[in-house]
């Protein structure tokens, strides 16, 4: 059976709606994005009728796979939320030791941006294990976690960390300013970012990144070229 073509005019509509509020690649999507984002296709279902909105659906649907890159696939398996190619709001804050570091020192590295605190019972159990493991096991390879702590003391972050035998890169951000940058509702929250210095994706909560898809995605990304 023959595919039924929408109307030209019907279709024009639909894409003149979803670009008119399209949000830049530079920002970190926010609840109002997700908002914006729902309203833009509630405006493109109420212009077409039923019949047509469902042939439209799909069609997009069918499209977003067709375009989809072997990044995209693997950021999707991974089950991350994708951010592919925005750029991650730059910062600077310090080490417990006193020494300044930037997000943008990390150029040419993957690194995992990590947001915690030491009350966090699921942090607690996820960086001695996992993120410990991921960070000793690809050093080597220019893969770098870098741990941002939220809101603690540096007299109670520096003992938590040694007494746990942790080597990722700890920074403080101690007013929680960073955080707030970065949308952290929950610990731990980390980010993904390629080579590149573009972001790749988001976790809420706990994942199991020595092993799995999360593991294939990071090895993808270690195999890019270092600009």
Do not use: C
């Not at 042939?55 to 375009?67: C, Q, T």
């Amino acid at each position: 059976m023959r595919r039924r073509q929408f109307p030209a005019t019907v279709l024009l509509l639909a894409l003149a709606i979803a670009a008119a509020t399209r949000p830049t690649l530079a920002q970190i999507d926010t609840e109002e994005d997700r908002e914006r984002e729902l309203a833009r296709e509630r405006a493109v279902q109420k212009s077409m009728s039923s019949w047509e909105y469902d042939l439209y659906r799909r069609e997009r649907d069918r499209n977003k796979l067709k375009n989809k890159t072997e990044l995209d696939k693997l950021v999707s398996a991974a089950r991350l939320y994708p951010l592919v190619g925005r750029d991650p709001p730059p910062f600077t804050l310090v080490r417990p030791d006193g020494r300044r570091v930037g997000l943008s020192d990390f150029t040419g590295h993957v690194v995992l941006l990590y947001f915690w605190t030491t009350a966090s019972p699921y942090t607690a159990l996820e960086m001695p294990a996992t993120i410990e493991k991921l960070q000793r096991e690809l050093k080597d390879r220019r893969f770098t976690v870098v741990a941002v702590n939220i809101k603690d003391k540096k007299e109670d972050v520096a003992p938590w960390i040694q007494s746990r035998g942790l080597s990722p890169v700890v920074l403080l951000d101690t007013n929680g300013v960073v955080a707030e940058i970065y949308r952290v509702r929950s610990t731990p929250t980390a980010y993904l970012i390629g080579r590149d210095h573009k972001l790749v994706g988001r976790v809420m909560g706990t994942r199991g990144w020595d092993g799995g898809a999360s593991k294939e995605l990071i090895d993808y990304l270690l195999k890019a070229p270092i600009r």
